[in-house]
Every structure is written in C-alpha cells, then in structure tokens.
C-alpha cells in the first residue's frame, strides 16, 4: 500500500491589535511574525515530497500558504471545508470577564458548551474536515499533501480521529500558530497521527484562531 501524509497546519499569528474574536471576518492577515512563521514552516518541509498545498479560504491561511507553496513550485487551492468554525461571537472581544460574556443578553448562547450552543456544531466540524483530509489525501496518493486551517477545525478533527468526545477545554488544546498535525495514511487506512512546532510554541489560548 502506499504511503501519503496529510499535514493539517495551523495558520501563523494574525494582526488584531484590536484583540477582537475575528472568525471568519475578511481582512485579518498575518502580522510580521506569523509571516516570518510561515517560512520556518516552509523551511522545516523543504526537503518533503509535497505535491499539494490546499488552504481556507480565509487571508491568514492562504498567506500561510503562500511560502510553502513557493518552495515546492505549487499553487494553491482552496477549499471551503478548511474554513474556520463559526461563532456567535464573532467581532467581538470575548476574554475572560471582558467584553461580550459579560453581558446578560449573550449568556443564552453560553447555555451548551458540549454543542456547542455559541457556533457550529463540533460533529459537523468533524465531518467537513474529514472530507477535505480524505480529499486531500486521495489527490496526494503516494506523497504529501499540505492543507491549511485554524485551531478548532484542526484540533476537533484529530479528536474524532483519535476516538475521544469532541466537547473538550480549549486550554488543552495542543495546537500551536504555525504547528503540523500530520496524519499517516497506509493506502486509506489511518495508522499514525505526529504533532510537530516547526516554528515554536505558543499559546492557543492567546494568540487568536
């Protein structure tokens, strides 16, 4: 059977210097650092046989992209599926007692973590990674493939991939800016899963989606 990699990545740091949730908002590109994050990354697959980079729609992911792709002569595609998950929050700050949460008329949406009642659902996040992984990893038989997304979309999919509850602690996430969550395919079967920081560790309760 063949062997083909699926690198989810993480996009870099994003400017915000409003600190607001900005989900799927246009206009929130890389700051200087997650620019220079995603050449460490560009760096680390150099000498890896990547003959697909795919990336969300979204600015952040697709100048993520960009390095990676231009080191391995590719372009990039898009697909939807990558995208952040949505948010009720969405333009808001939303920090532990600032902003949003804590005001009365929001706390309705705070009613079911486990759904979670605030944003898309975790099962359907789930299902639309797993068909761009699957996706992915079809179109890259054989090789390695590169698909760009956000913090929750990554890490929601490795959980169901790993057979534990979706509903978990956001702190607990371990899904730096910039970090590969690689899954090892031997033909369509599953058989590894390697967590990687190319570009160092930072912390994905601060540094934004």
Request: some cysteine; aromatic content about 6%; proline content about 7%.
């Amino acid at each position: 059977m063949s062997r083909t990699i699926v690198h989810l990545l993480r996009h870099g740091e994003v400017h915000n210097p409003e600190g607001i949730l900005y989900g799927r908002l246009p206009g929130y590109g890389l700051s200087d650092r997650g620019r220079e994050q995603a050449v460490l990354v560009a760096q680390a697959l150099r000498p890896h046989n990547l003959v697909r980079v795919v990336a969300s729609p979204l600015q952040r992911a697709q100048e993520t992209a960009e390095p990676i792709a231009g080191a391995h002569r590719l372009d990039i595609a898009t697909d939807e599926r990558l995208i952040e998950a949505d948010n009720a929050f969405e333009g808001q700050r939303v920090s532990v007692g600032d902003g949003a949460l804590r005001k009365p008329e929001h706390w309705p949406k705070l009613r079911n973590p486990v759904r979670p009642s605030w944003g898309e659902p975790y099962v359907d996040i789930a299902r639309r990674m797993l068909g761009a992984v699957y996706r992915a990893r079809a179109a890259a038989e054989g090789g390695e493939v590169l698909c760009v997304s956000h913090q929750l979309p990554i890490w929601t999919v490795r959980r169901f991939l790993e057979g534990r509850r979706l509903w978990h602690d956001p702190r607990s996430r371990q899904c730096s800016l910039a970090s590969l969550t690689s899954l090892v395919f031997d033909g369509e079967e599953l058989t590894d899963i390697v967590y990687s920081e190319p570009a160092g560790t930072t912390d994905p309760t601060v540094t934004g989606a």
